[in-house]
């Protein structure tokens, strides 16, 4: 009964907002933030510090709230990064293969780097649920050589795992999806939503896909609705949700990317999705290959940002964004 009235508010919601208004501020313009490959994945909002996000360089830039662009951890090789709920900054490292945590003064912590001594593939995106439980992202892309992580048959996974409070490591999905990328988990932790993105095959899923989330942080393997299918067009990447439910999908390629074409009608930018019908509500064009997330930011957590070949992007929105941090 829970998740039907959560539905149908939601749809309610989201119908209201489409009637009433538009997704993006009238007028509003995409603005370049901050360039010298800073935006190169995984943004995060802290009223303190402005924004953080992954540079193509291997390190993790800090656009400040003065609007100054400066190198804030230096070879921290992550990707995505979010802050959980104590305004701590959980990291994705594809380079180290791990998931780690830097505090508040700025001391890491390894959460995990192996499962059962296997190590990870490329710890890609991470999200966290109400109670703490941290969901991360494993593809692999580029060689594939030193893959460790197999099934019973011996084939490779790229899986979603879930941290658990007491730093207990579990897989939630495995084979069921082809390579898994962005990942979120829905506010009443009812629903985790997944960027399939395997850009390497051109047979390979370029889907998103919503899971049921059980109570003990478990995915209903019977569940599995698809919302949007970029077909052979770039994948999606990075998924963030407003507070009216709306997904907001990094995804999409604007120029060729051999042996990829751009599809006509899937360019890069942010496909904003409705999160029960997987309706198309709205589309932003960014012109950088390739977009690859975004996050919500601002004192009124109503500015986008967004990350795109290596540019650090804002554009205004009529709805804040949904966040852990700042509470």
Same mark, same amino acid.
């Given at each position: ?119 990870? *593939?490329? /710890?890609?995106?991470?999200?966290? !649920?109400? #109670? $703490?439980? %941290? @969901?991360?992202? &494993? +593809?692999?892309? =580029? ?113 060729? *990317?051999? /042996?990829?074409?751009?599809?006509? !009608?899937? #360019? $890069?930018? %942010? @496909?904003?999705? &409705? +999160?029960?019908? =997987? ?49």
């Amino acid at each position: 009964m829970r998740g039907i009235c959560l539905a149908i508010t939601l749809t309610i919601l989201i119908g209201n907002a489409r009637a009433g208004e538009p997704i993006f501020a009238p007028g509003a313009k995409l603005k370049v933030e901050a360039e010298k490959s800073s935006g190169g994945e995984g943004p995060a909002w802290d009223p303190k510090l402005g924004i953080l996000s992954s540079g193509s360089d291997e390190s993790i830039w800090q656009l400040a709230r003065n609007g100054k662009s400066r190198i804030w951890r230096k070879g921290a090789g992550t990707n995505g990064l979010l802050f959980d709920s104590e305004g701590r900054l959980v990291c994705c490292e594809p380079v180290q293969r791990r998931v780690t945590r830097i505090d508040r003064k700025g001391e890491l912590m390894v959460l995990t780097d192996k499962l059962e001594g296997k190590r990870y *593939n490329q /710890p890609n995106d991470v999200t966290i !649920d109400s #109670k $703490g439980r %941290i @969901y991360f992202s &494993d +593809p692999r892309y =580029g060689s594939r050589d030193n893959m460790q992580i197999r099934d019973e048959q011996g084939r490779t996974i790229e899986g979603v795992y879930r941290i658990d409070p007491d730093g207990s490591v579990t897989r939630i999905l495995g084979r069921e999806v082809d390579r898994p990328n962005g990942v979120l988990v829905s506010a009443d932790d009812q629903f985790l939503f997944v960027a399939d993105n395997n850009n390497d095959s051109k047979t390979g899923a370029r889907k998103l896909w919503r899971f049921d989330l059980k109570k003990d942080g478990t995915v209903v393997f019977a569940s599995r609705k698809l919302l949007y299918d970029w077909d052979l067009g770039r994948g999606p990447d990075g998924v963030k949700q407003d507070q009216m439910g709306r997904l907001y999908v990094a995804g999409g390629l604007n120029k060729p *990317n051999p /042996p990829f074409e751009p599809a006509a !009608d899937k #360019k $890069g930018g %942010i @496909y904003v999705i &409705d +999160p029960q019908s =997987g309706k198309l509500l709205d589309f932003l064009p960014v012109p950088r290959d390739e977009v690859t997330n975004c996050a919500f930011g601002g004192d009124d957590l109503k500015t986008l940002y967004i990350t795109g070949g290596g540019t650090l992007y804002s554009i205004r929105t009529t709805t804040a964004g949904r966040v852990l941090w700042p509470k």
